[in-house]
């Protein structure tokens, strides 16, 4: 092979010319391309079998065997960790941008009640509903698998969600459990079956009440379902002082009266939210970030927020 170079190049050095039938033969490029893997052929330009090892074998070559080198040099590779302990459940992959799903399905997995109610759904159900069947299997990997982190892209696939676009954690929690009401509401198992809104679905209502009779609106016996509560956190420092506001007491005076049905006319009024049922699991969603109407931009609150180890909602 050596000696056909050399001829090439002594036959461009004797003639002074380069020609484009000179180039074909010095570099090979006349040779065919290669649709098959061959060993032999590895001297083609136009064989790329050796960039990568066949998807059947074994063999490395080329440029895969320096990239090998290159691979090394990173360290170990961590797709092969060992969890720290076979008490510990195991990580999520980070895809890119989904962090607020990752973090979603680690919390769902933390809860046990919730995480048995997904393990009773029926076979048959599972092989109806992919979403149903991907949890699953996803919650059985974190579970039983003695790798450090499980792969959540089958999951994340299913639900279509582009792993280079951010979401918000709240909204896609709401999606999720709304969605998983709705496939798991074939199921048989009654602990399936209802294990979303069992465990994580309150109600409140909105109150209206006439200061000069005394007696509520109509619209204040609507009842109405959340999955979480939606705090302010602009200007207030602890978790209590967010409920405090979100359950404050509004007054309703001048301008802003409300017509009193059975005062028939426009009175002085309060208005207030009230918590007619708490779920098992209570979420909190902290309005992090505020419209700002000038710059139509949302700003992020970046102020100190405490957390009590402890809350008393029957206070």
């Not at 040779?31 to 098959?36: E, L, S, V």
């Not at 696939?157 to 954690?169: I, M, P, Y």
């Not at 979303?196 to 509520?216: A, E, I, P």
């Amino acid at each position: 092979m050596e000696e056909y170079f050399m001829f090439c190049l002594r036959t461009i050095h004797s003639t002074g010319q380069v020609t484009e039938d000179s180039v074909s033969k010095l570099y090979m490029i006349w040779k065919p391309i290669y649709q098959g893997c061959r060993v032999n052929a590895k001297d083609n330009p136009n064989c790329f079998c050796g960039l990568v090892p066949p998807p059947n074998g074994s063999r490395k070559s080329g440029l895969w065997q320096r990239m090998s080198e290159i691979v090394l040099s990173f360290g170990p590779d961590p797709s092969k960790d060992l969890g720290i302990s076979t008490d510990s459940p195991a990580g999520l992959t980070n895809l890119g941008a989904t962090c607020y799903a990752n973090s979603i399905l680690q919390c769902l997995y933390m809860n046990k009640p919730f995480r048995e109610g997904i393990f009773s759904v029926e076979l048959e159900v599972l092989k109806e509903q992919p979403v149903l069947y991907q949890l699953a299997r996803l919650f059985a990997q974190l579970h039983a698998s003695k790798m450090a982190f499980v792969d959540s892209a089958p999951f994340i696939k299913t639900l279509e969600l582009d792993n280079g676009v951010q979401q918000d954690s709240h909204e896609f929690l709401t999606l999720l459990f709304s969605l998983l009401e709705r496939c798991l509401s074939s199921s048989k198992v009654s602990k399936a079956r209802t294990i979303v809104q069992g465990l994580f679905r309150g109600s409140v209502s909105h109150v209206t009440t006439c200061t000069k009779c005394g007696k509520d609106s109509d619209a204040s016996s609507k009842i109405e379902d959340f999955y979480g509560l939606e705090l302010n956190v602009k200007g207030l420092k602890s978790l209590c002082e967010s409920l405090d506001d979100y359950l404050s007491v509004e007054e309703l005076r001048g301008d802003n009266q409300y017509y009193c049905e059975s005062c028939t006319t426009q009175v002085d009024a309060t208005r207030s939210i009230k918590l007619r049922s708490l779920p098992a699991v209570l979420n909190f969603q902290l309005k992090r970030c505020v419209f700002l109407p000038k710059t139509t931009m949302k700003k992020k609150i970046t102020s100190a927020f405490c957390f009590p180890g402890e809350l008393d909602m029957g206070v």
